[in-house]
């Protein structure tokens, strides 16, 4: 053990003083040699001839020169074609009206390859750096877990007056964010100068970068006075702001995470061409041409873009369902819309798509279409009856309302429900493959609540009606047309509601049409309405002046009530404040007037009005029927958003 102790003894010089170098690399404090700067020691090295050209023509010799201290890594190796190639893209930028810290250039290179202050590496480094353009570099010894700075030697480093340049073999590869990828990857386009972009855009890419523009930042400018009522300031402070980004997703910065499902070139040409019918505006449209392309590459661009974040946090994982950005702003109606489930399984809307990796997030490139336009602009449309803003009253002569209006909200009792089935045990009956049996049983119990426009005529023996200005219409789609009624909660007032609905719309000088009277696809019978009054109330119906113009409310359940089936509109009400449809909803003619409020009420309690679109009339009319599997989706697709 003497022997033993001995020569550890006699080791320990040597261990320590080979920890003390290493450790003197690590932490050591770099004394400059001489007073030459960063700049001056680059260009005075031939090594370095292409790298310094670079950086002259980018305008960094100045921060380079300056008392801030910076460290850079320097490739020796690179080529005279790569130089010419970063001059030109800081060219095409510059030309473009970018200011430099917006230049593609000088982040993905000169920004790429430099961080504030002395970072020290050797042997023993492992930290991450963060760049001067906020990626970040993870060095790990003398090797990169990120990037190509692997054997970094303490004996390349040359210390300057303002810093550290570290000489490297290679460039630093530049990790781009969703946004800098989708530019530098050709499939989804090219940026080009805003001067050069015209109606429609071409591809992704031109679209998104169409938005750009720089705005002023009050509170970081200095201002000086004002002049003619306006604020005039001494020095302006301007940032890069992009407004489409700014509705869909932050896909430029490093502290979000995104996916984008990114439409090739291929892609975008077909479905513009596709959904450009969709968008045909009548003559008294300002700039029509210019809307509808901006219309049609809208809703290219719908649904593509998820902050993947936001969706692990609110749904039980990507892998069952994922949810756009659009999801949380327009679909409190329509749960189906904007959502995907099961998008990696087969038949989903990621499936077989090749991703990119991103510093930020991923990309996933569509060269098939993948978005289904009914999941997001084509879906159905559900218009809240309660929406003042597309609800007028009509008035009388004197203008005065001829109808009393009212918002209600009430739980509407359902005659029955269904509820699991219980043995005479009472215990609970499960089916041969374990799913619950069902059972439907009478209940008064209050199952929903309802919002509900109540409308009810100031004189009794008048009729009731309301119009509606429906928005957001497609030209060239064939209509289901819906209405969705509720009856009162009183049952001693629970009578069917007798209405006729009249249809107008605008025209190709943007004037409506003359109003005319739908047709039930229906005809009013007796058979399965309930009520005490049903069978009564359609004897007077059938025997009015035009029973084939009426429609009947039933007087104990909520009603879905198909209006109209496969309506086509030559004219696009997409994006106008008014739209170019207008319903009439009431009964004001043909009534049977002596049995107001005995067998029938003409007070309408609407619920909401919905527009189904079909790309062919043949599928728009099979469909029309089938209310029972259209309501029964609809609380599917209620349950998933819930859950």
């Given at each position: 053990?003497?022997i033993m102790a001995a020569v550890l003894l006699a080791g320990v010089p040597m261990l320590w003083s080979a920890c003390t170098d290493a450790w003197d690399d690590h932490y050591g404090v770099y004394n400059p040699t001489g007073n030459a700067s960063i700049w001056q020691n680059l260009t005075?090295?031939?090594?370095?001839?292409?790298?310094?050209?670079?950086?002259?023509?980018?305008?960094?010799?100045?921060?380079?020169?300056?008392?801030?201290?910076?460290?850079?890594?320097?490739?020796?190796?690179?080529?005279?074609?790569?130089?010419?190639?970063?001059?030109?893209?800081?060219?095409?930028?510059?030309?473009?009206?970018?200011?430099?810290?917006?230049?593609?250039?000088?982040?993905?290179?000169?920004?790429?390859?430099?961080?504030?202050?002395?970072?020290?590496?050797?042997?023993?480094?492992?930290?991450?750096?963060?760049?001067?353009?906020?990626?970040?570099?993870?060095?790990?010894?003398?090797?990169?877990?990120?990037?190509?700075?692997?054997?970094?030697?303490?004996?390349?480093?040359?210390?300057?007056?303002?810093?550290?340049?570290?000489?490297?073999?290679?460039?630093?590869?530049?990790?781009?964010?969703?946004?800098?990828?989708?530019?530098?990857?050709?499939?989804?386009?090219?940026?080009?100068?805003?001067?050069?972009?015209?109606?429609?855009?071409?591809?992704?890419?031109?679209?998104?970068?169409?938005?750009?523009?720089?705005?002023?930042?009050?509170?970081?400018?200095?201002?000086?006075?004002?002049?003619?009522?306006?604020?005039?300031?001494?020095?302006?402070?301007?940032?890069?702001?992009?407004?489409?980004?700014?509705?869909?997703?932050?896909?430029?910065?490093?502290?979000?995470?995104?996916?984008?499902?990114?439409?090739?070139?291929?892609?975008?040409?077909?479905?513009?061409?596709?959904?450009?019918?969709?968008?045909?505006?009548?003559?008294?449209?300002?700039?029509?041409?210019?809307?509808?392309?901006?219309?049609?590459?809208?809703?290219?661009?719908?649904?593509?873009?998820?902050?993947?974040?936001?969706?692990?946090?609110?749904?039980?994982?990507?892998?069952?369902?994922?949810?756009?950005t659009q999801y949380y702003l327009r679909q409190s109606h329509n749960p189906r819309q904007d959502v995907y489930y099961k998008p990696f399984a087969a038949n989903g809307v990621l499936n077989g798509l090749e991703s990119i990796d991103c510093s930020n997030g991923k990309i996933y490139v569509?060269?098939?279409?993948?978005?289904?336009?009914?999941?997001?602009?084509?879906?159905?449309?559900?218009?809240?009856?309660?929406?003042?803003?597309?609800?007028?009253?009509?008035?009388?002569?004197?203008?005065?309302?001829?109808?009393?209006?009212?918002?209600?909200?009430?739980?509407?009792?359902?005659?029955?429900?269904?509820?699991?089935?219980?043995?005479?045990?009472?215990?609970?009956?499960?089916?041969?493959?374990?799913?619950?049996?069902?059972?439907?049983?009478?209940?008064?119990?209050?199952?929903?609540?309802?919002?509900?426009?109540?409308?009810?005529?100031?004189?009794?023996?008048?009729?009731?009606?309301?119009?509606?200005?429906?928005?957001?219409?497609?030209?060239?789609?064939?209509?289901?047309?819906?209405?969705?009624?509720?009856?009162?909660?009183?049952?001693?007032?629970?009578?069917?509601?007798?209405?006729?609905?009249?249809?107008?719309?605008?025209?190709?000088?943007?004037?409506?049409?003359?109003?005319?009277?739908?047709?039930?696809?229906?005809?009013?019978?007796?058979?399965?309405?309930?009520?005490?009054?049903?069978?009564?109330?359609?004897?007077?119906?059938?025997?009015?002046?035009?029973?084939?113009?009426?429609?009947?409310?039933?007087?104990?359940?909520?009603?879905?009530?198909?209006?109209?089936?496969?309506?086509?509109?030559?004219?696009?009400?997409?994006?106008?404040?008014?739209?170019?449809?207008?319903?009439?909803?009431?009964?004001?003619?043909?009534?049977?007037?002596?049995?107001?409020?005995?067998?029938?009420?003409?007070?309408?309690?609407?619920?909401?009005?919905?527009?189904?679109?079909?790309?062919?009339?043949?599928?728009?009319?099979?469909?029309?029927?089938?209310?029972?599997?259209?309501?029964?989706?609809?609380?599917?697709?209620?349950?998933?958003?819930?859950?």
């Amino acid at each position: 053990m003497k022997i033993m102790a001995a020569v550890l003894l006699a080791g320990v010089p040597m261990l320590w003083s080979a920890c003390t170098d290493a450790w003197d690399d690590h932490y050591g404090v770099y004394n400059p040699t001489g007073n030459a700067s960063i700049w001056q020691n680059l260009t005075a090295d031939e090594e370095l001839a292409n790298f310094v050209e670079v950086l002259s023509a980018i305008g960094c010799d100045q921060t380079l020169n300056s008392p801030q201290r910076h460290t850079i890594w320097a490739p020796k190796n690179m080529t005279a074609q790569q130089a010419a190639e970063i001059i030109d893209m800081f060219n095409a930028d510059k030309e473009a009206g970018l200011k430099l810290e917006d230049n593609k250039a000088y982040i993905q290179f000169f920004q790429n390859q430099t961080a504030l202050y002395d970072q020290s590496v050797s042997s023993l480094t492992d930290s991450i750096i963060t760049m001067l353009n906020g990626k970040y570099m993870h060095l790990l010894g003398t090797d990169s877990k990120s990037g190509s700075l692997a054997d970094i030697a303490f004996s390349d480093a040359v210390f300057c007056s303002n810093g550290i340049i570290y000489k490297t073999d290679a460039m630093q590869p530049f990790d781009a964010n969703v946004r800098e990828k989708l530019e530098m990857d050709g499939r989804f386009g090219v940026s080009r100068k805003s001067s050069e972009i015209t109606f429609p855009y071409q591809n992704f890419v031109e679209m998104i970068t169409s938005y750009d523009e720089y705005e002023l930042d009050e509170n970081a400018s200095v201002p000086g006075g004002v002049v003619d009522g306006k604020t005039v300031y001494l020095d302006s402070v301007l940032y890069l702001y992009n407004d489409l980004l700014y509705e869909y997703g932050h896909i430029q910065r490093e502290d979000s995470t995104y996916w984008v499902i990114a439409p090739t070139k291929e892609v975008w040409s077909q479905l513009y061409d596709k959904y450009i019918q969709y968008y045909v505006y009548d003559n008294s449209v300002p700039n029509s041409d210019s809307l509808s392309n901006e219309m049609a590459c809208r809703n290219i661009i719908q649904g593509r873009f998820i902050n993947a974040s936001k969706e692990n946090k609110y749904n039980r994982a990507p892998n069952d369902s994922l949810v756009n950005t659009q999801y949380y702003l327009r679909q409190s109606h329509n749960p189906r819309q904007d959502v995907y489930y099961k998008p990696f399984a087969a038949n989903g809307v990621l499936n077989g798509l090749e991703s990119i990796d991103c510093s930020n997030g991923k990309i996933y490139v569509d060269d098939q279409g993948v978005i289904d336009p009914h999941s997001t602009f084509f879906g159905r449309r559900d218009q809240d009856a309660t929406y003042s803003r597309y609800i007028e009253v009509p008035k009388s002569s004197s203008g005065s309302e001829d109808a009393m209006v009212t918002r209600r909200m009430e739980y509407i009792v359902y005659g029955t429900t269904e509820q699991q089935a219980v043995d005479e045990d009472g215990n609970p009956v499960f089916d041969g493959e374990g799913y619950p049996v069902m059972e439907t049983v009478e209940t008064d119990e209050e199952l929903k609540t309802y919002d509900y426009l109540q409308v009810t005529s100031k004189v009794d023996a008048e009729g009731t009606k309301i119009y509606y200005k429906i928005p957001n219409t497609l030209s060239n789609v064939y209509y289901n047309i819906y209405i969705v009624t509720t009856p009162t909660n009183t049952k001693k007032d629970q009578l069917p509601c007798w209405f006729q609905v009249e249809h107008s719309e605008k025209q190709e000088n943007g004037a409506y049409s003359k109003s005319a009277l739908y047709n039930n696809p229906n005809p009013v019978t007796s058979e399965g309405m309930s009520g005490d009054k049903a069978v009564a109330n359609s004897d007077v119906i059938l025997s009015c002046y035009k029973p084939e113009e009426c429609y009947v409310a039933d007087a104990a359940k909520v009603d879905t009530i198909l209006i109209q089936t496969a309506v086509k509109y030559d004219y696009s009400g997409y994006g106008l404040d008014e739209g170019v449809v207008k319903l009439t909803i009431g009964s004001w003619e043909s009534a049977p007037g002596a049995q107001r409020n005995v067998l029938y009420t003409s007070t309408l309690r609407l619920n909401e009005i919905i527009f189904i679109p079909f790309e062919e009339e043949a599928d728009a009319i099979a469909a029309a029927n089938d209310l029972d599997a259209f309501n029964d989706e609809i609380l599917e697709a209620k349950k998933k958003k819930e859950n």
